[in-house]
């Protein structure tokens, strides 16, 4: 099982980074989503690990900002010619990539031993990627624990069908995401569903894991069909609030979606 960190970056980003225990392994490390690089260039001094490869969800600058400076520091590298893995839609946005990847790919990170698949995941940008393996997700800034990403470059629609996309992954798999947002994401949460059990239970947790200073993630898929409303638009109270606020009827789960992203938006 691979051991996964997060380091606390910017205001509310985690960066991950994902080690394979073992003499072959053990002191490489695969950085996600490296969008400052201070904090990780400290955590691998103090930990004694080097970069075995690079994992890159999409362009926004928090996500991609401290690249270029941890391939810099050659002394951190497992080689001269570490690869970075990342959206093949976005390339021309983020330098520095060396494999471009597209949906369905299959990759396997060598300094981990372990094979991720890629899925595109539009909506946050147009070309947003998520990687699925080992038990795990790294969702970037698409799936949230009890929220989503706000749509920014594609459609609501794009959104929707990215999550329903994840929302099929096995309920146990683990879902690490790019920002500690949890507690607001609840919060929406019950005001959509102020009779939601699952929510109140999860809040308290996360409560308590705040409190001890603690990251909220990961969550699992299967705990988010049960408390994330952005991927509850078949749940007969999550369509009743839709419709509610909307003043119509909402029976499709993209309008559905759409009416549930712009509530959060103006919250």
């Not at 201070?38 to 928090?62: F, K, M, S, V, Y």
């Not at 940008?125 to 997700?137: D, M, P, Q």
């Not at 500690?180 to 059990?197: G, H, I, S, W």
Request: net charge negative.
């Amino acid at each position: 099982m691979l051991n996964i960190n997060a380091i606390a970056a910017l205001s509310d980003n985690y960066i991950w980074t994902m080690q394979q225990p073992g003499a072959t392994h053990g002191n490489h490390v695969a950085i996600v989503d490296p969008g400052d690089a201070e904090p990780i260039l400290n955590w691998l001094h103090a930990q004694g690990l080097r970069i075995g490869a690079i994992l890159i969800t999409h362009h926004h600058a928090d996500h991609t900002g401290g690249m270029q400076t941890l391939l810099a520091q050659r002394q951190l590298l497992a080689d001269d010619d570490i690869p970075v893995y990342g959206p093949a839609a976005e390339s021309d946005r983020i330098p520095g990539i060396t494999h471009t990847l597209g949906d369905g790919d299959e990759v396997e990170v060598g300094c981990l031993g372990t094979a991720f698949r890629v899925i595109e995941v539009p909506g946050h940008t147009l070309g947003h990627i998520a990687f699925h393996g080992a038990g795990i997700l790294l969702a970037g800034d698409t799936l949230f624990r009890g929220g989503c990403g706000r749509v920014f470059e594609g459609t609501p629609e794009q959104m929707q069908h990215a999550l329903a996309r994840l929302r099929e992954l096995p309920d146990e798999t683990r879902v690490h995401a790019g920002h500690e947002y949890t507690r607001k994401n609840l919060a929406f949460a019950r005001m959509v569903e102020p009779d939601n059990q699952d929510i109140a239970q999860v809040a308290a947790e996360v409560d308590a894991l705040l409190a001890a200073g603690r990251p909220t993630l990961p969550g699992t898929i299967g705990e988010e069909c049960l408390i994330n409303p952005f991927l509850r638009w078949d749940s007969p109270d999550v369509i009743q609030a839709a419709s509610k606020r909307a003043g119509r009827a909402l029976t499709e789960p993209a309008a559905i979606f759409a009416e549930l992203r712009a509530w959060k938006d103006a919250s």
